[in-house]
T-cell receptor, first 114, second 112 residues
Framework: EAGVVQSPRYKIIEKKQPVAFWCNPISGHNTLYWYRQNLGQGPELLIRYENEEAVDDSQLPKDRFSAERLKGVDSTLKIQPAELGDSAVYLC????????????FGPGTRLTVT | GNSVTQMEGPVTLSEEAFLTINCTYTATGYPSLFWYVQYPGEGLQLLLKATKADDKGSNKGFEATYRKETTSFHLEKGSVQVSDSAVYFCALIAANDYKLSFGAGTTVTVRA
C-alpha cells in the first residue's frame, strides 16, 4: 500500500511570492489533515477535511493561506503571499475515519522563505 | 487547553544503553496518548499508543505506560540500537476530540 505522497519535498522562495503544496492521501482515506511544523516544535494542525469538506480550519491563517480538496482525494495548500515566518515543514496526513488516532503522515514539504 | 511537555534533547546514547524520554500532559478528562517517531527523511509514524489509564503501549521494544496519577507517558527502551536514531514525539487526543496535540519532539542519536 502506497503511503501519503507529498510534493515538492523542498521549496525555496522569496518573500511575497506564492507557493503551493500538494498531497495525495492513502487510497480510501476520507480524512485529510494539513499540519505545520516549525523548527524544534511538534506539528500543529492547520486544517482537516472530511471528504471534500473543510470541517476544521480554525487554525488556518485565512488572510494568506488557502486549501482545497475538490474531489475528496488530492489536496493543495497554498500560501500567497509568503512571509519569512512561514518557513516550516508542511505535513499532510490521512486517516480512515474522523477522529482516528491512526493518522498516516507524508514526508512533508520543507519551505524556506528568504 | 491540551498540551504535552516532553524532555528536551538532543539525547546521545551508546548502543545497548537504556533510553527514557519523559512526557507529561495537561488535558481535560481522559485523553488517548501516543508516541510518534520520525526517522531521518521519513514521515511521522505511530510507534505506540494507550487509550486508558494503566494501559501499556509497546512496539519494537519500546514501552510506555499511561499514568493518570502523574499525568505521564514516559517512553522507555531497554537496549537501543543505531537504527533507533530518530525524533520522538509524545502526543495526545483529548476525550471526544480528534485533534492531535504534539510535544516539541526529542532527538535521539545512538552511536555504535
Amino acid at each position: 500500500e502506497a503511503g501519503v505522497v507529498q510534493s515538492p519535498r523542498y521549496k525555496i522562495i522569496e518573500k511575497k511570492q506564492p507557493v503551493a503544496f500538494w498531497c495525495n492521501p492513502i487510497s480510501g482515506h476520507n480524512t485529510l489533515y494539513w499540519y505545520r511544523q516549525n523548527l524544534g516544535q511538534g506539528p500543529e494542525l492547520l486544517i482537516r477535511y472530511e471528504n471534500e469538506e473543510a470541517v476544521d480550519d480554525s487554525q488556518l491563517p485565512k488572510d494568506r493561506f488557502s486549501a482545497e480538496r475538490l474531489k475528496g482525494v488530492d489536496s493543495t495548500l497554498k500560501i500567497q503571499p509568503a512571509e519569512l515566518g512561514d518557513s516550516a515543514v508542511y505535513l499532510c496526513a490521512s486517516s480512515t475515519t474522523p477522529g482516528s488516532y491512526e493518522q498516516y503522515f507524508g514526508p512533508g514539504t520543507r519551505l524556506t522563505v528568504t | 487547553g491540551n498540551s504535552v511537555t516532553q524532555m528536551e534533547g538532543p539525547v546521545t546514547l551508546s548502543e545497548e544503553a537504556f533510553l527514557t524520554i519523559n512526557c507529561t500532559y495537561t488535558a481535560t478528562g481522559y485523553p488517548s496518548l501516543f508516541w510518534y517517531v520520525q526517522y531521518p527523511g521519513e514521515g511521522l509514524q505511530l510507534l505506540l499508543k494507550a487509550t486508558k489509564a494503566d494501559d501499556k503501549g509497546s512496539n519494537k521494544g519500546f514501552e510506555a505506560t499511561y499514568r493518570k496519577e502523574t499525568t505521564s507517558f514516559h517512553l522507555e527502551k531497554g537496549s537501543v540500537q543505531v537504527s533507533d536514531s530518530a525524533v520522538y514525539f509524545c502526543a495526545l487526543i483529548a476525550a471526544n476530540d480528534y485533534k492531535l496535540s504534539f510535544g516539541a519532539g526529542t532527538t535521539v542519536t545512538v552511536r555504535a
